[in-house]
């Protein structure tokens, strides 16, 4: 059954269509504006790459800090701060070679100090990084990060000399360099940080080292960026300012778009899911596969969810089919997996659950539910701000009641107040979401580990966290990825702590006559740095 959310009245939909037009015919141009303007989803958070979690604010950090390397425009990851880097032989160590014109925002040089304090900053406790857990590959980093060791010396970080930074691994990890570039490992200004408490979001207290410095932050309006004239390959960039709204709503972001107010928008969520099957026939709608899964969460410190049957009765109830081909219809494909098939060049997971009611109904009974009778109230978490999640969450309402005869209540939360019942365990099952950082499944699986900073479902189980250590130290591919199967089953099919629904497409609206420098990747990355108008 279609949510009513998705209702639209014929002549909005041909009000919304037609004011599209003004972008692509290039009117609707306002004065005082930056030279590129784009929707970026949801108000950012505070702009300091230790702390930043969501991909719109990690857009944002990408455009104000550079790490030691940076993603290209296809999602590749190129020499950045470090201009060149050798690995030893056993693949354990990284000597990071720093380029001399990398200077911050103040004209100081960025030197291998700036790495060394910024990694010990992530990994101190107090700092209360949630991806603290990306430099665990790091020898000896992740005991610093649990507080079982103060000695960081035992950590495997060097500075060499100003310009030199000596990295050494756990084990061979060959997705390194790519982590290199991710928002978390991106390096701050250390007198600045402890000089200001509010530098992550004052402007004038702010010190970067990337492409555009932050001119402006009005919360809920705009973020301006103007170019920074002494960033090392300044001469690339072609953006003299942009401007960064924010927007959650669908509706009011293709809004914002289509009557000329911005020039891109360019997160998944923000495509008006009763519009796609129109806006798909445009020349300024984009859309591609990325690594990115849409699921739910089980929380399984909580009756009756701590009873896998439960959990897997649940998925295997969901129709996901119907969810592509009715709710979200961008050409996002069902996800029998958690990891996308492909991902780390070659990845094939293992079978996930397809839809057996049957099956589901017998496993309610076997767990004492019988057609779903004395099944305890539980409430579906999602995002207030979210008209998909809403519709999706209607949908999963409805699948529930008719196939296992329960009923579970909607909890919308606005977006903080979401992720902190999320990470908190205050909730029974929820939407969540994950977008891989780099291109392989790990990015995927080692968040369920034991205690994981984004595990967010109290689950636990010995083997998987074996299984996942086991193929940190296998060099082997095809041996890696096998152990990555038997860990990925044991997640999704025999304790189903998570439902994987569908996975993502990216979704852009650009004008491509007039805009370039985007360009379909995997990771869904898309450096603003990187972006130049053909024509105005």
């Known amino acids: 059954m279609a949510s009513s959310a998705l209702a639209v009245t014929r002549p909005l939909l041909r009000l919304l269509l037609s004011l599209a037009a003004v972008t692509l015919c290039g009117c609707g141009r306002i004065p005082d504006r930056a030279e590129l303007v784009f929707i970026n989803g949801a108000e950012p958070e505070l702009l300091d790459p230790a702390l930043v979690t969501a991909q719109a604010t990690g857009r944002v950090t990408y455009a104000l800090f550079e790490g030691l390397t940076a993603s290209d425009s296809k999602g590749i990851a190129q020499p950045g701060v470090a201009e060149r880097w050798e690995i030893s032989p056993d693949g354990l160590r990284y000597t990071f070679h720093l380029r001399r014109e990398?200077?911050?925002?103040?004209?100081?040089?960025?030197?291998?100090?700036?790495?060394?304090?910024?990694?010990?900053?992530?990994?101190?406790?107090?700092?209360?990084?949630?991806?603290?857990?990306?430099?665990y590959y790091v020898r000896g980093a992740k005991p610093f990060n649990e507080g079982k060791t103060k000695d960081f010396s035992t950590v495997g970080l060097k500075v060499v000399d100003p310009s030199t930074f000596e990295v050494t691994l756990e084990n061979p990890t060959p997705f390194f360099i790519d982590l290199c570039a991710f928002s978390t490992l991106l390096p701050v200004h250390r007198a600045t940080v402890e000089k200001h408490s509010d530098w992550a979001s004052k402007p004038q207290h702010f010190m970067g080292n990337g492409p555009f410095l932050l001119r402006e932050w009005r919360p809920f309006d705009r973020v301006r960026l103007v170019k920074n004239p002494r960033y090392w390959n300044a001469s690339t960039v072609a953006m003299k300012s942009v401007d960064i709204l924010p927007a959650s709503r669908p509706n009011t972001a293709y809004n914002f778009y289509s009557t000329g107010l911005a020039d891109l928008m360019m997160d998944k969520g923000l495509a008006p899911t009763a519009l796609i099957g129109e806006l798909k026939k445009r020349p300024d709608f984009h859309a591609a596969p990325f690594l990115g899964n849409y699921f739910v969460r089980f929380n399984v410190t909580r009756k009756p969810f701590n009873d896998a049957r439960v959990r897997k009765a649940f998925a295997l109830a969901v129709d996901k089919q119907y969810l592509v081909e009715r709710i979200t219809r961008a050409g996002e494909r069902p996800a029998m997996s958690f990891v996308p098939p492909g991902t780390g060049a070659g990845y094939e997971p293992p079978p996930g659950y397809e839809r057996d009611v049957v099956k589901a109904r017998q496993l309610l009974a076997e767990a004492g539910f019988p057609e779903g009778k004395n099944f305890p109230v539980v409430y579906y978490l999602y995002r207030a701000d979210s008209d998909l999640d809403q519709d999706i969450g209607v949908e999963l309402q409805n699948m529930f009641r008719r196939e296992l005869g329960v009923t579970i209540q909607l909890a919308r939360q606005e977006w903080t107040v979401y992720l902190n019942s999320q990470q908190g365990l205050d909730y029974d099952l929820s939407r969540s979401s994950w977008v891989g950082d780099y291109n392989d499944p790990n990015t995927f699986l080692d968040m369920f580990v034991t205690g994981g900073g984004n595990n967010n479902t109290g689950w636990s189980n010995k083997r998987y966290d074996e299984l996942i250590a086991a193929a940190g130290r296998e060099n082997d591919r095809d041996k890696r990825f096998a152990i990555f199967r038997e860990a990925e089953k044991i997640l999704v099919t025999d304790e189903a702590p998570i439902c994987p629904l569908y996975y993502y497409v990216g979704i852009q609206f650009y004008d491509p006559e007039r805009l370039g420098g985007i360009e379909a990747n995997l990771l869904d990355e898309h450096p603003i740095k990187a972006m130049y108008w053909k024509k105005r």
Do not use: H, K
Not at 106 to 135: C, K
């Open 102 to 135: 990398a200077v911050w925002s103040n004209g100081e040089p960025v030197t291998a100090e700036d790495f060394f304090y910024s990694w010990r900053r992530i990994l101190q406790p107090e700092t209360g990084a949630e991806y603290g857990y990306q430099l």
